[in-house]
């Protein structure tokens, strides 16, 4: 994998148009989101610290979300979310909360505090939706 080249693309700072186009494909079905070109595959092997959580998700989409602090609209790429899960370890039912400036500035301001830049929250975790038919 050689793009560390290419900066551009990741979620911060959307345009209007990608803003659409990630909420379009949010709200497919499951199916269709799965199979869409943006969508990847979970490497489940990855994923063996959220066993016991019992909610791993079945692939990993674009998430538009609202900065809490900032109230800017900015996308959590899927590639972000399966290197936040799978790299890092993060909590399967943790999302991005706030915008990477604001990340960034709570980071240099409280260095010591372990880096939460991802809070798990029960009000704003992506919900598990029983599968309909
Ligand atoms: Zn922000």
Not at 57 to 70: A, Q, S
Not at 110 to 121: D, G, I, M, W
């Amino acid at each position: 994998m050689n793009n560390r080249k290419k900066r551009e693309d990741t979620g911060r700072n959307p345009s209007p148009k990608e803003l659409r186009e990630a909420e379009r494909i949010l709200s497919l079905s499951p199916f269709q989101q799965q199979n869409h070109p943006t969508a990847l595959e979970v490497d489940y092997e990855k994923l063996d610290h959220v066993r016991t959580y019992g909610i791993l998700p079945d692939y990993y989409i674009d998430r538009p979300f609202t900065c809490r602090k900032c109230g800017k609209r900015q996308i959590w790429k899927a590639k972000d979310q399966k290197w936040y899960y799978e790299e890092a370890k993060g909590n399967i039912s943790a999302i991005a909360v706030e915008c990477h400036e604001c990340r960034k500035a709570k980071k240099q301001s409280n260095q010591n505090v372990s880096n939460q830049n991802v809070n798990a929250q029960k009000d704003g975790a992506p919900k598990q939706v029983p599968k309909k038919k």
